[in-house]
C-alpha cells in the first residue's frame, strides 16, 4: 500500500520552488498580501509544520514536546509566529534550501507509509493520508501568495483534487468553526479541474456550486474572495458555506476581503 498524496505534496513543493530558485536573500524578504508576510515569514511557516508532521510519524515524543511549547506560546501572546521564527533559524536563501530538502526527503520516505496509520496532531489524531493531504493544502495555499507577489501564475494540474476533497470534508467544520448550524445535506457541486474532467460532489439539486474547481480550493483555502472567483453560487445553503467555507483548523478566519488578493503587476 502506498500514499499517492506524498508524491503531490512533493509536486507542490516543486512547483513552488521553481518560483523561488532564482531569488536572493533581499527578494525574499517581499511583503505578500497575506497578513504582511515576508515570503521569508512563508517558508518558515511552512518548514516548521512539515517538520513537524513529520515528527509525528517518527518521534511521538519530540513532537508532543514541540507542539506543548508551541500552544504555550499561542496561548501567551496569542500567535504561532514568534515560535515557528524561534523554532527555524535559518533564513533567506538558507532557508529555501532547507525547506526543499525536507520536503524531498519527507515525500520520499511517507510514499510508501499505510494511508491509513493514525497520527498524533495538535488536536485530534490524523490519518497519514490527512496528514499529507494538508502538508499539500498548505504548500498551495500560502504558495498563492509567493506568486501574487512574484506577479506569477502557477503551473497548477488535476493534483488539486486532495484539496478539493479536504474543502468537502471541511464542510461541517467550516460552519461549525463559525458557529452555524451544519446543513442535513451538502450543496451539490460541479466543479472542472485544469484537466477538463468535471469532478460532482454532494446531492442538494437546490443548492448548487458550479466552476472551476481551483477557484473552489482557492475559497476553502481562503486565499481568494469568493467574489473575485467565478464560481457560481445558488441557493441559501451554498452561500452561507462559500462565505464561510474554512478548510483548516485553528479558530474562525476571515476570508479575505473582495480585491485584497490578485497577482500583482511586476
Partial sequence: MTLPQADDFLTESEVL?????????????????????????????????????????SDVTTFKNRMG?????????????????QTVAQRGTELRD???HTARDIATRWR???PKTRLPWVGPS???????????????????????????????????????????????WSHQVHGLSV????????????????????????CTITGSA??????????????DTNLMVHGDAAQTWMTNAQ???????TPPAAGSRHKQER
Avoid at 518548514?47 to 509525528?56: K, M, P, Q, R, V
Fill in 112 to 114: 510508501d507509509k499505510d
Fill in 126 to 172: 490524523m490519518s497519514a493520508r490527512s496528514s499529507m493531504t494538508a502538508r499539500q493544502m498548505e504548500t498551495w495555499a500560502h504558495g498563492f501568495e509567493v506568486y501574487d507577489t512574484l506577479g506569477k501564475s502557477r503551473a497548477e494540474s488535476d493534483r488539486v483534487k486532495n484539496i478539493v476533497v479536504l474543502g468537502i470534508n471541511t464542510f461541517g
Fill in 98 to 100: 532547507l525547506w526543499i
Fill in 69 to 85: 511549547a508551541a500552544l504555550a506560546s499561542l496561548k501567551k501572546t496569542g500567535s504561532l509566529r514568534g515560535f515557528e521564527d
Fill in 17 to 57: 520552488y521553481e518560483a523561488l530558485v532564482d531569488l536572493s536573500d533581499e527578494d525574499m524578504r517581499a511583503r505578500t498580501q497575506f497578513k504582511g508576510w515576508t515570503i521569508e515569514d512563508v517558508l518558515v511557516h511552512l518548514h516548521f509544520w512539515n517538520t513537524g508532521a513529520d515528527l509525528s510519524a
Fill in 183 to 206: 446543513p442535513e445535506v451538502m450543496p451539490k457541486l460541479t466543479l472542472t479541474s485544469p484537466s477538463g474532467e468535471v469532478w460532482a460532489f454532494g446531492e442538494d439539486d437546490n
Fill in 214 to 227: 481551483l477557484d473552489f480550493a482557492a475559497v476553502v483555502t481562503q486565499t481568494r474572495a469568493l467574489s
Fill in 247 to 253: 478548510c483548516f483548523a485553528g479558530p474562525a478566519e
